[in-house]
């Protein structure tokens, strides 16, 4: 994030009640019932609350490896990466690599392992892990780009990943390009950026995707949380848009797929211009409309299907920056400038 120590100050006095309980925020919050229709949730209290042994800043990006571990990114470099097993209990962590400006979490297929991608805002770095932590690879700044005059213009936000091992890249806090990556690794090309239609402050997180509608076509896409633009963009993977999902007052930062449904993590409801405001979380379905708004204003459409601004409703969030469906129905969310909050999940009901 841009500027974080400004906005955690905004974020810690919206949030001055929880002092005196600091890092177990929400996780204490009350078991009200959030969201609408047939996706309803309530937190559950304690999960994921570490000691002081472990812990945390900013918790930036979620991730689930095939045996049920729960993997959290977090910028605070005494333990980047924690594990945590299906109770919320501390299973290992990393304390090797550091990573000052920790922001996206992906895990992809790798040589037949799975492999953690983490993106770094301060390092300029995009860097591949087995899970154990050891480090398999590392990506700077292609040097045969002109579209970028020094490393520090560029700022990978997220990475998104096909089966076949290629991946692409956002660079959402610096030129706003996708920088396209082959599966051994090496560089292909730019998409996006200013010319290719991709607004500033707007590709945050994303996810390659496949349009889970009946009558769609099974061709690969690239689905972007466009964060303050208030907007999913659909692009195919030569860049080109093929649609905008637009969601007002909201301020999507990751998108994940949830079955043949989709959950969005909202920073806030008014980002930037009120860095006290507060974020919720978006249930959408195939057709990518609003069924379910948690911590949020039941979703409403005008005659003509366009969503009227949604709003948070209930004080369980600060500022969620990612959210990860578990296939038991039940979501874990991270926050960013939240007190140091740790992870929260929420169980269906």
Known sequence: ??????????????????????????????????????????????????????????????????????????????????????????????????????????????????????????????????LSGEQLGEWRLPANTSKYAKESDYRPSWTLHRADGEFYVLDGYGKDYILHYAADGSFKRLLGGPEGGIVHWGPHGGMIDTDPRPEADSAETMLIAMSDQQYLLRLDLDGKKLAQTDLPGGNPRQIRRFGQHYVVAHLADNWPKDRNSRGFLSILDANLRVVSNIAGSAPVYDAAGKLLPMKHTADVFLHPHDVLANPDGSLIVAQFASGKTYPLKLERI
């Not at 955690?8 to 919206?14: E, G, T």
């Not at 559950?44 to 095939?66: F, Q, S, Y």
């Not at 922001?103 to 892990?129: C, E, I, M, Q, W």
């Open 1 to 130: 994030m841009m500027r974080r120590r400004t906005f955690l100050k905004h974020a810690l006095l919206a949030g001055a009640w929880y002092g005196a309980v600091g890092r177990s925020f929400a996780q204490a919050s009350s078991p009200e019932v959030l969201g609408q229709g047939d996706f309803k949730y309530r937190v559950v209290p304690g999960w994921g609350v570490l000691d002081e042994k472990t812990p945390v800043n900013d918790c930036h990006g979620l991730a689930r490896t095939a045996d049920g571990q729960i993997v959290l990114l977090t910028n605070h470099v005494a333990n980047n990466v924690i594990f945590y097993d299906d109770a919320g209990k501390l299973a290992h962590k990393w304390t090797g690599p550091k990573f000052p400006g920790a922001h996206g979490l992906s895990l992809a297929p790798y040589r037949n392992k799975a492999a953690l991608f983490v993106t770094d805002l301060n390092l300029h770095t995009v860097t591949r892990f087995a």
